[in-house]
């Protein structure tokens, strides 16, 4: 399930839904059963020929199946479990109105379809538990959550490696006059904006985190120096030229501001994290919509 993403709320809903087919089919193949074994006449949700839209799944699935987070290869494939399952269902349920025996190959192919069906709701649900666990719900972003133990992993494999890799602190400067003036609405509103700017251009194998506040960490692997702050003005650049639309109508444009830290062997990743904070504030102190390399200088000032 490492392919499937998320969207931060969006996820919620999809983990509610989810959760609660689990148990709606488990539900619908009780009754299923008991038709079957005890010869009673089936419920419509088992004979109709639209049974597959009957349940709250079927019908919600149905509505959002090319939306947002369900337009992916992995509800693609749940939703036709979805539907093959009840087909099959129905099926051998009107077999047995009429009378007929169900003869064992298919009642165990019908077995194998309700397990498959079970089996990728079951994955979807776990992924999105965890997802659930690590992503702030407002951006979509990874949280502290899971920050230190990321990062603590890439700076072994980029010590194992040989390879640099670097953490920036990004702070969205004046962010406290955005609230103030429009709205903590438009603050949240400027949030998303500025995650999703910095998702957008960062490279596919950086990571991004929200520190707190309006404060976002970035980890940057296999990139030195030149290449960091390279990356890191390429998103201040792009935040500072673009337009984020509250919904009022009313247009904002917000700068950030950088700190870097390299991480290096002989630096704990906590002490990392703080430089790149002093090189944070240094960038504040200097006018801020500016990105700043952490030296020596810097920790003897603060």
């Not at 007929?100 to 079970?118: G, T």
């Not at 666990?133 to 920050?147: A, C, I, K, Y």
């Not at 950086?206 to 990139?223: H, K, V």
Request: proline share 4%; aromatic share 8%.
């Amino acid at each position: 399930m490492s392919d499937l993403k998320t969207d931060g709320l969006g996820s919620q809903t999809v983990l509610a839904i989810v959760s609660d087919a689990i148990e709606g089919h488990e539900s619908w193949l009780q009754k299923w059963h008991h038709a079957i074994v005890c010869g009673t006449e089936p419920d419509r949700a088992i004979v109709s020929d639209q049974a597959q839209y009957l349940g709250p799944f079927g019908s919600w699935f149905a509505l959002h199946g090319n939306d947002g987070l369900l337009n992916q290869p992995v509800f693609a494939d749940l939703g036709a479990a979805h539907a093959d399952m009840h087909e099959f269902g129905r099926f051998l349920a009107l077999r047995a109105t009429e009378g007929a025996s169900i003869p064992p190959e298919d009642y165990e192919a019908f077995v194998a379809k309700v397990n498959l069906f079970n089996r990728l709701a079951r994955r979807i649900r776990d992924a999105f538990q965890q997802a659930a666990t690590e992503l702030d719900p407002l951006t979509g972003v990874h949280n502290r959550q899971t920050m230190l133990r990321d990062l603590e992993r890439e700076r072994e494999r980029a010590l194992r490696t040989k390879t640099p890799a670097c953490v920036a602190l990004a702070d969205i400067d004046h962010f406290k006059s955005v609230n103030d003036t429009y709205g903590h609405a438009a603050g949240d509103k400027v949030l998303q904006a500025v995650a999703g700017m910095f998702l957008s251009h960062l490279r596919p194998y950086d990571s991004i985190y929200r520190y707190g506040g309006e404060e976002f960490l970035l980890c940057l692997p296999n990139a030195d120096a030149l290449t960091a702050c390279k990356v890191v003005d390429r998103l201040r650049e792009a935040l500072s030229e673009a337009e984020i639309l509250l919904d009022d109508g009313a247009a904002l444009t917000v700068t950030s501001s950088f700190g870097l830290r390299m991480l290096e062997a002989d630096n704990p990743l906590k002490e990392s994290i703080e430089q790149a904070d002093q090189a944070l504030y240094a960038s504040k102190r200097g006018g801020r919509n500016r990105s700043i390399l952490w030296t020596p200088e810097l920790g003897s000032n603060a």
